[in-house]
């Protein structure tokens, strides 16, 4: 039997297609071609638009052309890997590929690989592997930390990375890239393809993903000439707060967020933070109890039978509506949600358009998103938001580059397998876009550091992980060191997990232990949309039993707090100025104008041209606030900056609050700014030392550096179900910093946890960008008699670490009828 020709199989293609009722869009096919042409690149699609099939349908047309009597013989060894960023995904995929395989008559099996998978059909996959492998980036190092790993992967001939764009801004990409730099040594014909929805910098992804194979591989770019419509329709409330804060509007507008969910066949509510998902879900219920039964909560913390029980009924539409985070971000293809919900704002454009997409699903359907604000101003967002979709603007995805924690994880990974060559293995490690740069010295480092512990550690045996033997392969010999070292492997680190289980045993899901620390036996709290009281801690498990009171704490998880984009901080300043000039233009600016004109009467809108500080004295003292609208952790590092430079001019101390739009510098004693802006106080000069000057940057490293002792291996995070108190790993990790900063201070992983801190948290980039432009703008100093609109909400946030929930609000009332007082 022949092979068969191309278009003869691009027409096995359509006529799949035809079946099914549907037609393959022009991108589809053009993927179809490029890839039977032997190309790798990056398919470039909306959420729905059918871009799983775009790159699956050409795998298998490919093992057709190459096994003219596939219907016939036993397909045998491992033909394809599907790398999916998050494990939710990889059961959608399983099943649309197994459609498609059962319809082209191939007897291809089909295996899933992830953290969920048992430990028996983990090993049965390893003597006989699936033809399609679905799994996570960790399960691929995991797969390469697998003796003999080269007859496993030996008849591989294609990957595809789903999702590229989420991988790309984390330490996952890093160790993506180094997982492909063995593979396309083993196998010079690999085809790489991501999957990837739209990013401001798609060509620095294809070079990410290919390394230094985009100069010797056919590559392309494919984009999906497909205009996903868009609608964003803003749940407006009937009055405006004229002096708002965060999170009090959005719980005020249940009641019209409950007509949405009843009116529509299903629907996704988009939390920000996992605690927020919590109060959400409860209080939906409180105020429309007919919805119990039809409602259901999914974040990442809650167990994954739980999870898996709310996507299936979402699917099978048992359930209208599911209150849900990130968890749902991504391509689980659930057709029948009518309408997404956003509470909050989502803080990046891309993000929003991502969960738009989860409606209309479909080709050519209108994904609508209804916009719940928390606080007033964030209607404003909600205008930047819809602007920045119809222009086209969406955030770059900045990669990590000399991760060299990835990188020591890594060299153990394959010292733990068969061993590796330290000559050919910088080699591949070369030719990643992340270690393009790393030179022979830095390389050296790498390998006395796992095998002697470095110059620091070289005393301990512990850190003498990796043996270079005599055949001149560098090995792992130890079976403790490999066990520990396969429980390790993955970049993703956070705070240490508590289990939440019954009495009985049933788990519940995991919260971050600093939480179940502040908790004493009889507590009640609020998880997984059930009031639990506290029973007893042992070891790392929090033992609970249902309780009828209706109050409890509710969970918060550290980092929740999603930074505020370049692409949209900079429309959020284009419709603040816009709802001074031209508040009609939209319903949301409309809405604001009594906030609008009660700021201008009594400091001033700015306009794009102009910077605004505000100046007054309170009972609390004297308050300085700044409005750049760059978002809270733009203003951390500004905020810090300018509190240093004034108090270079006059000896001073600051309290600081900040939230998106603006930050604030209290004092007890008058400020010197206008000696500060003639002395430039924004200028650039010499920011890198005023910076640290400013910060703390040594408390902010050892912040970092935490992670970054875990992922390389210096801290042991324990067994399952012994894993070590957070306390310990803070202080091993801190004790690190210490060592290396005293005794090695040219340590790679060191020097790493500053350069993360200017770069990923400072922005330093961003930073001096954001001071070019105020230098540029008329400053316009307003020095008010009181509080403003503005200024409120920051004050509000400074307010709120010192109070309980109920004192807060008390507090509140009082300041604003104060401030009402006209």
Same mark, same amino acid.
């Given at each position: ?16 297609? *035809? ?15 490029? %890839? ?77 690989? #992830? ?18 492998? /679905?799994?996570?980036?960790? +399960? ?18 294609? &990957? ?155 699917? +099978? ?5 599911? =209150? ?12 029948? =949600? ?31 998103? %209804? ?8 209607? &404003? ?6 602007? *920045? /979709?119809?222009?086209?603007? !969406?955030?770059?995805? /900045?990669?990590?580059?000399? #991760? ?18 330290? =000559? ?6 070369? #030719? ?33 992980? =990796? ?74 498990? *929090? ?36 709802? @001074? ?34 100046? $007054?004295? #309170? ?25 240093? @430079? ?35 106080? $924004? ?35 324990? %067994? ?18 210490? !060592? ?39 400053? &316009? ?12 909400? &920051? ?28």
């Amino acid at each position: 039997m022949e092979r068969m020709k191309k278009q003869a199989l691009i027409n096995l293609g359509t006529e799949w297609f *035809a079946e099914k009722g549907w037609k393959p869009f022009e991108f589809q096919l053009e993927t179809w071609d490029a %890839y039977l042409e032997g190309f790798s690149g990056i398919l470039n699609a909306p959420t729905g638009s059918g871009k799983t099939y775009a790159l699956l349908i050409p795998i298998l047309l490919d093992y057709i052309r190459c096994n003219p009597k596939y219907a016939e013989e036993k397909a045998e060894g491992m033909n394809a890997i599907w790398i999916t960023p998050i494990r939710a995904l990889a059961r959608e995929i399983s099943l649309a590929s197994e459609r498609a395989i059962e319809a082209m008559g191939l007897a291809w099996q089909v295996g899933i690989r #992830s953290g969920d998978t048992s430990t028996s059909v983990r090993k049965k996959q390893l003597t006989n592997p699936p033809q399609l492998l /679905i799994t996570t980036p960790e +399960s691929l190092h995991l797969l390469l930390a697998s003796k003999g790993y080269r007859n496993f992967f030996g008849n591989l001939g294609t &990957i595809v990375i789903d999702e590229w764009h989420e991988l790309m801004g984390s330490k996952r990409a890093v160790l993506a890239e180094l997982a492909l730099s063995r593979l396309k040594s083993l196998l010079p014909a690999l085809q790489i393809w991501g999957i990837s929805a739209t990013i401001g910098n798609m060509d620095q992804a294809m070079s990410v993903l290919l390394g230094s194979g985009e100069s010797t591989m056919p590559n392309k770019i494919i984009k999906a000439d497909i205009q996903k419509k868009i609608e964003v329709v803003t749940v407006l409330p009937d009055e405006i707060e004229k002096f708002p804060w965060s999170g009090h509007l959005g719980i005020h507008l249940l009641s019209k967020v409950v007509p949405i969910i009843q009116q529509s066949g299903s629907t996704l509510i988009f939390t920000n933070t996992r605690a927020m998902c919590e109060i959400w879900y409860q209080r939906l219920l409180d105020v429309a109890p007919d919805l119990a039964g039809l409602l259901a909560m999914h974040h990442g913390s809650i167990s994954r039978e739980i999870r898996d029980w709310v996507e299936q009924s979402l699917h +099978s539409e048992k359930i209208k509506a599911v =209150v849900c985070t990130s968890s749902l971000d991504l391509g689980v293809d659930f057709r029948p =949600v009518e309408s997404i919900i956003q509470i909050g704002s989502p803080k990046g454009v891309a993000r929003f358009i991502q969960r738009a997409g989860r409606s209309g699903h479909q080709p050519n359907a209108v994904s609508r998103i %209804y916009f719940v604000p928390t606080h007033s101003l964030e209607l &404003i967002e909600s205008c930047a938001l819809r602007q *920045a /979709i119809d222009d086209g603007q !969406v955030e770059e995805r /900045i990669p990590y580059v000399r #991760s060299f924690d990835v990188l020591a994880q890594y060299l153990v990974t394959l010292a733990v397998s068969d061993g590796f060559d330290a =000559v050919e293995t910088l080699e591949e490690v070369r #030719s990643t876009f992340s270690f393009a740069s790393i030179s022979e010295a830095e390389w050296q480092w790498l390998l006395n550091f796992i095998v002697t512990g470095g110059k620091a550690l070289h005393q301990y045996n512990e850190y003498q992980k =990796v043996r270079r033997d005599p055949d001149g392969l560098f090995r792992v010999h130890d079976r403790k060191i490999s066990l520990r070292h396969r429980l390790s492997i993955g970049t993703i680190v956070g705070e240490t997990s508590m289990i939440i289980q019954y009495q009985r045993g049933k788990r519940i899901g995991t919260v971050e232990e600093w939480f179940i620390a502040q908790l004493r036996p009889g507590d009640t709290f609020w998880f997984a949309g059930k009031s639990l009281e506290l029973i007893r801690v042992q070891g790392m498990t *929090a033992e609970v039993k249902k309780s009828k009171k209706k109050k409890g704490k509710v969970p918060s998880w550290l980092g929740g707090r999603i930074p505020l984009s370049s692409q949209l901080a900079q429309y959020l300043r284009l419709k603040v100025a816009q709802s @001074r000039e031209d508040a009609y233009a939209e319903p949301e600016l409309e809405k604001l104008i009594p906030l609008t004109e009660l700021q201008d009467r009594r400091s001033h809108v700015p306009l794009i041209d102009e910077f605004l500080i505000e100046y $007054f004295q #309170s009972s609390e003292g004297y308050h300085l606030l700044f409005y750049p609208f760059e978002g809270r952790y733009i203003h951390e590092g500004m905020s810090a900056l300018i509190a240093w @430079r004034i108090a270079q001019i006059k000896p001073i101390s600051f309290t600081i609050a900040m939230n998106d739009y603006g930050f604030e510098l209290l004092s007890d004693a008058p400020i010197p700014i206008e000696e500060a802006l003639e002395n430039e106080l $924004f200028n650039t000069i010499d920011l890198s030392a005023d910076i640290q000057a400013s910060v703390n940057s040594i408390e902010l490293a050892k912040r970092r550096f935490r992670d970054i002792a875990s992922i390389a291996g210096l801290v042991f995070k324990g %067994y399952p179900g012994r894993e070590k108190k957070d306390k310990y790993l803070q202080s091993s990790s801190q004790l690190f910093f210490e !060592v290396f900063t005293d005794y090695e201070p040219d340590n790679l992983l060191l020097r790493q946890a500053f350069e993360e801190v200017f770069v990923f948290q400072l922005d330093e980039t961003r930073l001096r960008t954001a001071l070019d432009r105020i230098q540029f703008q008329k400053i &316009i100093l307003s020095q008010p008699e009181k509080a403003t609109p503005y200024s409120f909400p &920051i004050i509000v946030d400074r307010t709120r670490e010192k109070l309980s929930t109920e004192r807060l609000a008390d507090r509140i009332r009082k300041m604003k009828l104060a401030l009402e007082r006209e």
